[in-house]
């Protein structure tokens, strides 16, 4: 570990001296096999391909030892300390978030990767009915560069899987932690950041912190949602419950937004029945073929989309029931329940009953399917925003206005989120819904190189700025997994928020090393001079 620690604080000190990057000829020459290594393509690219920033150097970190000696040394370390520093996940960013342009990259995919599932013991005085609030019965200890697949996993193993979901699980839980981590559970959960217990961070200062609700809780509430500014995630403790056997998946039609919509509220109030609830838009042929590849029913739905001035959009309301016995009794009964009280076009309503881990990774059979078009490492212009309830109609026809039915290649997810499910302490920001109602709105668009090249990937951008500029003033709506354009932008964005925001920064990463990517904090030196951005 010394002569790790001499190697690190080495490379680091030189970064800090060169104000430009080319003080050796390779990073491993200089250093040995630990500490900065050479750039990798990763390192620079990400699901969005959009933006790419290379950094100086990747870091590897064997524990949170070493990136507390890199962080310790970059902010404190005299004469002019410039590097940046940002963590990476699995790079499933949309905006260069997980970049560090010309700093240094700590990929936590190297090494923080284990899960350990803990089934504590009931707790004392089980039995006595006092009320009193109880640790969960079980949770998993997961090293933050785990894939959520992974601890979904080695859940199961024991039976056992965390409560709230991203639809896709090839993330890792430190980047769904910097954001929030949202599914179809979040109504009944809340979202990913709403259920963590404990978490262990590097902070900017590279201290090595164990935080929680009640330890040291202003860092462990920045940094979920923090967006990587604060500190970096190393583990984090997830509650789990009971994992059903099976789940009983459905889908049903609408031609109706307000139906579609109204619909979706009344199953997000039948939390007792209903497990998870989302959505889609269907604008064309290719929309309905694409959406049911993961969704092993047969559908006798041949909608009319219309004709050019004409054109018909459908909705579908995809909801799902945990069937926890093995007859699906209980799945049936909470089924019949529900689609009596629904006002889909009748008779399109479609079930089939899958394994927990099929639905949950069924995004997965999309991403092979894309994979097998040539969509997949391609351009991601992607537009998500949460809308308050009153708005959902205007930002509908906001978006409908700037993007043409017939081409559109991707899925444009609609669900509602209760926002008191939110735990209002964290980073994350959301709009304020006097009616308690938000709705998610995700344009995941697939761009085909062959007929969209870099000006439309532009173009298609700057549309979402618009379409987002208008319905952050105008409606109230928040950004989520955006990269504003400049720290003013930021600042609207947090609105209220950014004075605690802001103040957490001061905190745990005073000379701004963290989060580069982000575009939110200049990086400054000890004498308070401002890097531009
Ligand atoms: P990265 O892109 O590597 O990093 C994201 C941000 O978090 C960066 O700022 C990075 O510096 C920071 N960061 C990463 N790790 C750490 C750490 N350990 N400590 C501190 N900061 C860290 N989101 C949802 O909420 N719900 C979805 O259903 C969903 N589906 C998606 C499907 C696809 C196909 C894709 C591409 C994205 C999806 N996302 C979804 C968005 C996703 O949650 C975010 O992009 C998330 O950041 C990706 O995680 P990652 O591991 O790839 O993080």
Same mark, same amino acid.
């Given at each position: 570990?010394?002569?790790?620690?001499?190697?690190?604080?080495?490379?680091?000190? *030189?970064?800090l001296?060169?104000?430009?990057?080319?003080?050796?000829?390779?990073? !491993?020459?200089?250093?040995?096999?630990?500490?900065?290594?050479?750039?990798?393509?990763?390192?620079a690219?990400?699901?969005?391909?959009?933006?790419?920033?290379?950094?100086? *150097?990747?870091v590897?970190?064997?524990?949170?030892?070493d990136?507390?000696?890199?962080?310790?040394?970059?902010?404190?370390?005299a004469?002019?300390?410039?590097a940046t520093?940002?963590?990476?996940?699995?790079?499933?960013?949309?905006h260069?978030?997980?970049?560090?342009?010309?700093? +240094?990259?700590?990929?936590?995919?190297?090494?923080?990767?284990?899960?350990?599932?803990?089934?504590?013991?009931?707790?004392?005085?089980?039995?006595?009915? #006092?009320?009193?609030a109880?640790?969960?019965?079980?949770?998993?200890?997961?090293?933050?560069?785990?894939?959520?697949?992974?601890?979904?996993?080695e859940c199961?193993?024991? $039976?056992? *899987?965390?409560?709230s979901w991203?639809?896709?699980?090839?993330?890792?839980?430190?980047?769904?932690l910097?954001?929030?981590? @949202?599914?179809?559970?979040?109504?009944?959960?809340?979202?990913?950041?709403?259920?963590?217990?404990?978490l262990?961070?590097v !902070?900017?200062?590279?201290?090595v912190?164990?935080?929680?609700p009640?330890? @040291?809780?202003?860092?462990?509430?920045?940094?979920?949602?923090?967006?990587?500014?604060?500190? @970096?995630?190393?583990?984090?403790?997830?509650?789990?419950?009971?994992?059903?056997?099976?789940?009983?998946?459905?889908r049903?039609?609408? %031609?109706?937004?307000?139906?579609?919509?109204?619909?979706?509220?009344?199953?997000?109030?039948?939390?007792?029945?209903?497990?998870?609830?989302?959505?889609?838009?269907?604008?064309?042929?290719?929309?309905?073929?694409?959406?049911?590849?993961?969704?092993?029913?047969?559908?006798?739905? #041949?909608?009319? /989309? $219309?004709?050019?001035?004409?054109?018909k959009?459908?909705?579908?309301?995809?909801?799902?029931?945990?069937?926890s016995?093995?007859d699906?009794?209980n799945?049936?009964?909470?089924?019949?329940?529900?689609?009596?009280?629904?006002?889909?076009?009748?008779?399109?309503?479609?079930?089939? %009953?899958?394994?927990?881990f099929?639905?949950?990774?069924?995004?997965?059979?999309?991403?092979?399917?894309?994979r097998?078009?040539?969509?997949?490492?391609?351009?991601?212009?992607?537009?998500?925003?949460?809308v308050?309830?009153?708005?959902i !109609?205007? /930002?509908?026809?906001?978006?409908?206005?700037?993007?043409?039915?017939?081409d559109?290649?991707?899925?444009?997810?609609?669900?509602?989120?209760?926002?008191?499910k939110?735990?209002?302490?964290?980073?994350a920001?959301?709009?304020?819904?006097?009616d308690?109602?938000?709705? +998610?709105?995700?344009?995941?668009?697939?761009? %085909?190189?062959?007929?969209?090249?870099?000006?439309?990937?532009?173009s @298609?951008?700057?549309?979402?700025?618009r379409?987002?500029?208008?319905a952050?003033?105008?409606?109230?709506?928040?950004?989520?997994?955006?990269r504003?354009?400049s720290?003013?932008?930021?600042?609207?964005?947090?609105?209220?928020?950014?004075g605690? /925001?802001a103040?957490?920064?001061?905190?745990?990463?005073?000379?701004?090393?963290?989060?580069?990517?982000?575009? +939110? /904090?200049?990086?400054?030196?000890p004498?308070?001079?401002? %890097?531009?951005?």
């Amino acid at each position: 570990m010394e002569l790790k620690a001499l190697y690190l604080c080495a490379a680091v000190v *030189a970064v800090l001296l060169c104000s430009s990057v080319d003080f050796i000829q390779s990073p !491993t020459d200089v250093l040995g096999p630990v500490a900065l290594l050479e750039p990798t393509p990763s390192s620079a690219r990400d699901f969005g391909a959009v933006v790419s920033d290379a950094p100086f *150097a990747v870091v590897r970190p064997e524990s949170p030892d070493d990136i507390a000696l890199l962080l310790g040394a970059l902010s404190s370390a005299a004469p002019s300390p410039r590097a940046t520093v940002a963590a990476l996940g699995a790079g499933h960013s949309l905006h260069g978030q997980a970049q560090a342009r010309g700093g +240094i990259v700590v990929d936590t995919r190297a090494l923080l990767r284990d899960v350990q599932v803990v089934v504590a013991p009931p707790p004392r005085g089980h039995g006595d009915h #006092s009320g009193g609030a109880t640790e969960p019965a079980a949770y998993a200890d997961v090293g933050a560069g785990a894939l959520w697949v992974e601890v979904l996993e080695e859940c199961l193993r024991f $039976g056992l *899987a965390p409560l709230s979901w991203t639809d896709y699980l090839y993330l890792t839980v430190g980047g769904t932690l910097s954001n929030g981590g @949202i599914s179809g559970q979040t109504f009944k959960h809340g979202p990913q950041i709403s259920n963590v217990l404990q978490l262990e961070v590097v !902070t900017g200062k590279g201290e090595v912190v164990t935080c929680s609700p009640t330890k @040291i809780p202003e860092l462990f509430f920045a940094v979920l949602g923090g967006l990587g500014q604060f500190g @970096i995630i190393t583990r984090a403790r997830i509650p789990l419950q009971l994992a059903p056997p099976k789940v009983r998946w459905v889908r049903a039609f609408y %031609d109706s937004f307000e139906t579609f919509t109204g619909d979706q509220e009344l199953l997000v109030s039948m939390p007792e029945q209903v497990d998870y609830v989302e959505g889609f838009m269907v604008l064309n042929e290719r929309a309905l073929h694409s959406s049911s590849i993961a969704f092993p029913a047969q559908l006798n739905f #041949s909608p009319d /989309f $219309g004709s050019m001035g004409r054109k018909k959009v459908y909705y579908c309301i995809e909801f799902a029931v945990h069937d926890s016995q093995k007859d699906s009794s209980n799945a049936e009964h909470a089924m019949e329940l529900v689609s009596e009280k629904l006002s889909y076009l009748r008779p399109h309503m479609y079930s089939v %009953d899958v394994s927990y881990f099929d639905f949950l990774n069924r995004v997965r059979m999309e991403e092979e399917s894309l994979r097998s078009r040539g969509l997949w490492d391609v351009p991601h212009p992607w537009l998500n925003v949460f809308v308050p309830k009153h708005g959902i !109609t205007r /930002f509908k026809d906001l978006l409908m206005d700037a993007i043409s039915a017939d081409d559109f290649e991707g899925p444009i997810l609609v669900y509602p989120l209760l926002a008191d499910k939110w735990d209002r302490n964290t980073s994350a920001v959301v709009p304020a819904t006097p009616d308690g109602v938000m709705y +998610i709105f995700g344009v995941l668009r697939s761009t %085909d190189p062959a007929r969209c090249g870099r000006a439309c990937v532009e173009s @298609i951008l700057a549309q979402h700025r618009r379409v987002a500029d208008e319905a952050c003033r105008g409606i109230g709506a928040k950004q989520y997994l955006a990269r504003p354009p400049s720290p003013a932008s930021w600042r609207d964005h947090f609105g209220s928020s950014w004075g605690r /925001f802001a103040a957490r920064k001061a905190r745990f990463d005073p000379l701004h090393v963290l989060g580069p990517g982000q575009g +939110i /904090f200049p990086r400054t030196d000890p004498a308070g001079r401002r %890097d531009a951005m």
